[in-house]
T-cell receptor, first 113, second 110 residues
Framework: DSGVTQTPKHLITATGQRVTLRCSPR?????VYWYQQSLDQGLQFLIQ???????AKGNILERFSAQQFPDLHSELNLSSLELGDSALYFC????????????FGNGTRLTVT | GENVEQHPSTLSVQEGDSAVIKCTYS??????FPWYKQELGKRPQLIID?????GEKKDQRIAVTLNKTAKHFSLHITETQPEDSAVYFC?????????FGAGTTVTVRA
């Protein structure tokens, strides 16, 4: 167990809908990262937050947004869903120590029908 | 930004043989290099990491080597077993976190 909690585990929804994915980082970790992994693909970096502030942005679509709350949990909002958004969405957290590893949650599998 | 290239994209080895995965990076400031293993449908898990002040690190059947001058690092798995079949990702540190390679799918044939 990595200590990173993601909910829900599975999500099935229709095109055009909006969903929210939730992540609780490991105790003490200030950084939260979101990754998208489509079938047989690599880890596509979406966005990073550090102590509530956005710190880095990857190839995140405008239909997607995220935030990190004062208690350090994070939410990833996906709207106007398309079939191509079906993927595994991973959250990861890391400590404030320099060059520390990322610890991944078990992911949320999103299926858009 | 940092660009991490990983080769090969797929690797098939006979059980008991060795597997080697190679990565190169572009940012000379990178000084931390972790490797992750991802089994089908599971989360990526850290299996070993190396920092720039070390040239080699070993943990049982797994070893990593780092050549900072050439900006490349490698993962070596010896005496491969069926449970080593997975996707392996290398990564290099960047100012805000880690940049990942595209992954190598390793299949160990019985």
């Amino acid at each position: 167990d990595s200590g990173v909690t993601q909910t829900p585990k599975h999500l099935i929804t229709a095109t055009g809908q909006r969903v929210t994915l939730r992540c609780s980082p490991r105790s003490g970790d200030l950084s939260v990262y979101w990754y998208q992994q489509s079938l047989d693909q690599g880890l596509q970096f979406l966005i990073q937050y550090y102590n509530g502030e956005e710190r880095a942005k990857g190839n995140i679509l405008e239909r997607f947004s995220a935030q990190q709350f004062p208690d350090l949990h994070s939410e990833l909002n996906l709207s106007s869903l398309e079939l191509g958004d079906s993927a595994l969405y991973f959250c990861a957290s890391s400590s404030r120590a320099e060059n520390s590893p990322l610890h991944f949650g078990n992911g949320t599998r999103l299926t858009v029908t | 930004g940092e660009n991490v290239e990983q080769h090969p994209s797929t690797l098939s080895v006979q059980e008991g043989d060795s597997a080697v995965i190679k990565c190169t990076y572009s940012d000379s400031a990178s000084n931390y290099f972790p490797w992750y293993k991802q089994e089908l449908g599971k989360r990526p898990q850290l299996i070993i990491d190396i920092r720039s002040n070390v040239g080699e690190k070993k943990d049982q059947r797994i070893a990593v080597t780092l050549n900072k001058t050439a900006k490349h690092f490698s993962l070596h798995i010896t005496e491969t077993q069926p449970e080593d079949s997975a996707v392996y990702f290398c990564a290099a540190s960047i100012d805000w976190g880690l940049s990942f390679g595209a992954g190598t799918t390793v299949t160990v044939r019985a």
